[in-house]
């Protein structure tokens, strides 16, 4: 059974940098039928899709938050990571990592979501 | 940016029949938007519902479709039972790589 455990610092100061990491456990990251991405839900809000890589490193990003955001992926860790930079108060959310079938819509496996508030 | 759209809320009786629509602020979607739909209650992970119009997800009681009937993605509970009041979210894939979420719809059950 596969499983996804995103990890990082529940609080950041603005226009500092936040950073999370998704590990992945019981499948491996660098399966060809499978994207990993990154979502996120502001407190009492709706989800927005912030981006995607697949295990070679391709990355696709939210035209609206591209200037501020990295995906990277860890192979031999078996994990991958968000950061964004420059952050404000409209970046508190719960962010949640989720595997995507190749070729489908399908998300089929996410984190249980971490929260990170960002606050002085 | 294209805008998703979705209904704000809907109500149902139990045993009901609700159809909530994910839609473009410009155009119309498509199989090619590969629509999906997720359910969400609070403080628990989205779960995917239906991907890629109208295939449902592996669980999920087959008193949920998927359709695009006319010019939106649809979600269709029939029967609906209380433990489906929830927050519905669709997603459309855009092209390039990008996926747009819509606002999400509350369905109530009473």
């Known amino acids: 059974q596969l499983q996804m455990q995103e990890s990082g610092p529940g609080l950041v100061k603005p226009s500092e940098t936040l950073s999370l990491t998704c590990t992945v456990s019981?499948?491996?990251?660098?399966?060809?039928?499978?994207?990993w991405g990154w979502i996120r839900q502001p407190p009492g809000k709706g989800l927005e899709w912030i981006g995607t890589i697949y295990y070679s490193g391709n990355t696709y990003y939210n035209p609206s938050l591209k200037s501020r955001v990295t995906i990277s992926v860890d192979t031999s860790k078996n994990q991958f990571s968000l950061k964004v930079s420059s952050v404000t108060a409209a970046d508190t959310a719960v962010y949640y990592c989720?595997?995507?079938?190749?070729?489908?819509?399908?998300?089929?496996?996410w984190g249980q979501g971490s929260l990170v508030t960002v606050s002085s | 940016q294209t805008v998703v759209t979705q209904e704000p809320s809907f109500s149902v009786s139990p045993g009901g029949t609700v159809t909530l629509t994910c839609g473009l602020s410009?155009?119309?979607?498509?199989?090619?938007?590969?629509p999906s739909w997720f359910q969400q209650t609070p403080g628990q992970a989205p779960r995917t519902v239906i991907y890629?119009?109208?295939t449902r997800s592996s669980g999920v009681p087959d008193r949920f479709s998927g359709s695009i009937p006319g010019n939106k993605a649809a979600l269709t509970i029939t029967g609906a039972q209380a433990d489906d009041e929830s927050d519905y979210y669709c997603v459309l894939y855009m092209g390039s790589g990008v996926w747009v979420f819509g606002g999400g719809t509350k369905v109530t059950v009473l």
């Open positions: 019981g499948g491996s990251i660098s399966s060809s039928s499978y994207y």
């Open positions: 890629d119009t109208n």
């Open positions: 410009s155009g119309s979607v498509s199989t090619s938007h590969y």
């Open positions: 989720a595997r995507r079938r190749n070729g489908s819509g399908y998300r089929d496996y």
